[in-house]
Structure formats: structure tokens, C-alpha cells
């Protein structure tokens, strides 16, 4: 019999050792990825807010690698077409057939309410990324927010629009959720401080037609439109009211940023020039953090980044620290806890998810479009800072 040698007993021993620390429960952990299961608007009238999400979820990824506390962060990308049924079926899914750890995405409010009760039954905490309407994180404690809320936009915009002497104004929002919001909260802070609204219009969100509803603008002849569509029809928008000619009318045109959103900013031309919107981000916003960001954006996806985008980038950011905070374990409700009370700089500036609401403070900025360099930019010239949603005081 040949006796092995030294080097052979070490290398053995060491083998052995290694198997004894890794046991099969051990390498299954190990092995076992951590999966996010993002739902998205990627076909239907708002692909492209899906498409601006993905896109920022799978930067921060990029960035900052994809393994957090020793597991593997797998993104499963499913399409909801942006309507509701699709999203509660998709979520299903994810939740039973794939075992995802956390849900993220929701491209509109219908969208984020219908997994409300699935997301509380199974303890499965849900980022929601791009929805805005205020009551969102009350349908379920197991919802945390990354985007903002219509409240804060609509108060900030009436703020402003109060300080600058306008005293009467219209209202034209999307008549759903974030709409209905939308006008409450402006009109509410606007008659406030003085001002009167002069009518209130409610545009269907699918397929719209806004030529009727700007020649009643045109009658009413306020001082400033203000305006909130879902992100994509501000284009829309933009034409028809320079077809009806109130362009030529001496109308503002102020709103919730979405309206001048930066992914179409370029598209609207120079009728956009002169709009004031609030918002909580803009690509033109002056920090080393948001211009690295916009500039590995455009660089990865061809496209300025928008709110959607960086609401997408920094829920990633909101997951994966809950990860490194569980030290990998993850667990629906210890994944919320570690959600909760995050404070970080996001390229849109300082913001915290707020340990009692799960919702989203950071400041809001007043932006003015301007061209420089030859494009179409929301240049911010004043701010709220750290807002907390205006639907949640009292």
C-alpha cells in the first residue's frame, strides 16, 4: 500500500474541512439568489416609463455590482401591459411560482393598488417606483415608496404660483388617482393663499383628446394652466395647445414635473419653453452624483434619464441596503425594517423613506425649461426642501 504524503494528508484534511463548513443547507443559502421581481408597463401606452425603469434599476445594478451580503441579485422583468388585472396576475406568480423576495415597479396607481392584498397575505414587501397617488403605502404596510407623491408636486406648484402673483387659474389633470390629487392639493394651497381656480377639467387618462378641454382654457382665459398627465402625453399636450393658439394667449403653462418630463422634453419644442413645473428630479440637477448618473444612463440606454428612472435607480438602492441589513437573510418583514428609515443621497438629492409612513421625503424643485446647448432642459430655480407627503398631515 502507498502511504500518501504530507502534502497529499494536508490537502486532504483541508478538503474535508471545507465540506464540514459547507453543508448542504449551508450551499444551498449560499447558492440561493436573492429575486426581485420588478412589473412593468413594457408594451401599451406607457412603455415607456416601464422601459425608463428598468433601465434604472439595472444601472444601480451596474454600478454597484450585483451580489449584496453573498447573494446574487436576479431581476425578473415581467410585462403588465399597464393594466391592473395583468399586474395582480403577474404578481401572483412572482409571489408562489417564483419565490421572489420583494416586489418592485408599479408604472401608474391602479397598478400598485391591485396587489395591495396579495402583498400583505404573502409578507412580501413591494417598492413602488413610479406611482404617486398619496394613499398608495396605506393600502398595505408591506408598500415603501421610491418616486413621490402628487401632494408634494401639486403644494410645491401653488406655492410658487401664489408667489409669483398669479391669482386665477384652471385646473386639467388625468382623471384618475394621481390626477384627482393632483387638483386637490394645488387648488387646495392656491385658494389658501388667495387665489381662484376658475374650472377644474378631468381628462380620461387612455386615449385623450385634449382639444375640447384646452378651448375651454381658452374661454375661462385664466392667468396659468395647470397641468398633470401621466408621464408621456405632456407631448400631447404641447401641440394642442400651441394648434388652439393659446400659445399667443399669455397662459402659463405650470404643472407636476411629469408633464414636462425629461425623456420628451426634447420633443415638444419651443411651446415648452417658458413652462414651470415642480417635481422631485430633473437630468439639468447640479450634483457630481446625478451627472455621473445621467451621463452612464444615456450611455448604457440612449435616452436622458427621468423620474421614473431614478425612482427605479434608487428603490435598488432601498432593496439591496435592507439586504446587507438582514447580513443576507432577507424575510419579508425584516426586509421592511431595513427599508425603513434609509437617509441617502439619490441623484435627485438628499431623501429618506420615512420610518412611520414607508414614504418617500425629499426635496421639491421648481423648474423652468430653458434650451442650453441646443436641447430642451428643466432648469430648477427654487425648491421645497424635505418634503413630507402634504396627504399624510393631518
Known sequence: MTHPTRRQTLALAAAAAAATALSPSA???????????????????????????????????????GTVAGRRVELIVKDDGGVADNTRRVAQELITGDKVDVLAGFGLTPLALSVSQLITQAKVPAVVMSAATSSIVNASPYFVRTSLTLPQSATAMAEWASKNKIKRAVTLVSDYGPGLDAEKYFKNRFLLNGGEVLAELRVPVRNPDFSPFLQRVRDANPEALFVFVPAGQGVAVMKQFAERGLDKTGIKLIGDGSFTDDDILNDMGDVALGAVTAFNYSAA????????????????????????????YDGMRVITKALEATKGKGGGDALLEGMKGQVFESPRGMMTIDAQTRDVVQDIYIRRVERRNGELWNIEIDSSKQMKDPGKQG
Open 285 to 312: 440637477h447640479e450634483s457630481a452624483l446625478n451627472k455621473r448618473f445621467v451621463s452612464e444612463f444615456i450611455k448604457a440606454h440612449k435616452v436622458r434619464p427621468a423620474f421614473m428612472g431614478v425612482g427605479a
Open 27 to 65: 450551499l444551498a443559502q449560499q447558492a440561493a439568489p436573492f429575486k426581485v421581481g420588478l412589473i412593468l408597463p413594457l408594451t401599451g401606452p406607457f412603455t415607456a416609463t416601464g422601459r425608463q425603469m428598468e433601465a434604472g434599476a439595472r444601472l444601480y445594478l451596474a454600478q454597484h455590482g
